[in-house]
């Protein structure tokens, strides 16, 4: 078909050629009327061809070309919605996948902060246990010492007491007389700094 019409085009060609070397010795032929009803042919001819050409084979052409791209382009339009659309989707995951590891981690720091607490709770009860233990004991150790102390202190008192004595008249001195002053003078200050 192509080859057919291109066949056609040059024979046509050939022959407007021919014309236009015989129109050329008698003037301007596209003035002259004689001329006129080959022109029109050619005319008509021509943009018949040209019509031809265009509505078979160059138009079918563009008007598929053009039926192509609106289709990918829908298409394209429609993948490119299918893929927001996901994308949407993924954000929601992973907004709440965001959520639940905040919530997880919040619990999970909860339940340290709560067991520290405990422990530091527990730790401090022992601690406190033995602080009390020792407070208890110390305080035993000093009623001990509070009873034993005027026992050993009027025995000290005794010895020195004789053994100055002794020193200053030179003559040995009876240790119950300076144990009997001892107690007294003992009883009296006990009162005063024992509350007895």
Do not use: H
């Amino acid at each position: 078909m192509v080859k057919k019409i291109y066949f056609l085009s040059i024979l046509f060609s050939f022959f407007f050629i021919k014309e236009a070397f015989a129109a050329e010795s008698g003037g301007m032929p596209q003035l002259n009327p004689e001329f006129w009803v080959s022109q029109i042919f050619w005319l008509v001819l021509t943009f018949g061809i040209m019509y031809l050409v265009l509505s078979k084979l160059i138009l079918p052409k563009i008007s598929n070309n053009l039926e192509s791209r609106k289709s990918q382009i829908l298409e394209n339009i429609e993948a490119a919605e299918k893929q927001r659309e996901a994308s949407d989707a993924k954000l929601k995951e992973y907004d709440e996948i965001i959520s639940k590891s905040k919530l997880e981690a919040n619990s999970i720091f909860n339940q340290a902060r709560e067991k520290a607490l405990k422990d530091i709770g527990a730790k401090r009860e022992v601690l406190d246990k033995q602080i009390d233990n020792e407070i208890a004991e110390a305080e035993k150790e000093i009623d001990a010492l509070r009873k034993n102390a005027p026992d050993k202190i009027n025995k000290i008192a005794i010895e020195t007491s004789s053994e100055l004595l002794q020193k200053l008249i030179g003559a040995e001195v009876n240790n119950s007389s300076i144990s009997a002053i001892v107690d007294d003078l003992s009883k009296r200050s006990g009162d005063k700094y024992y509350g007895n």
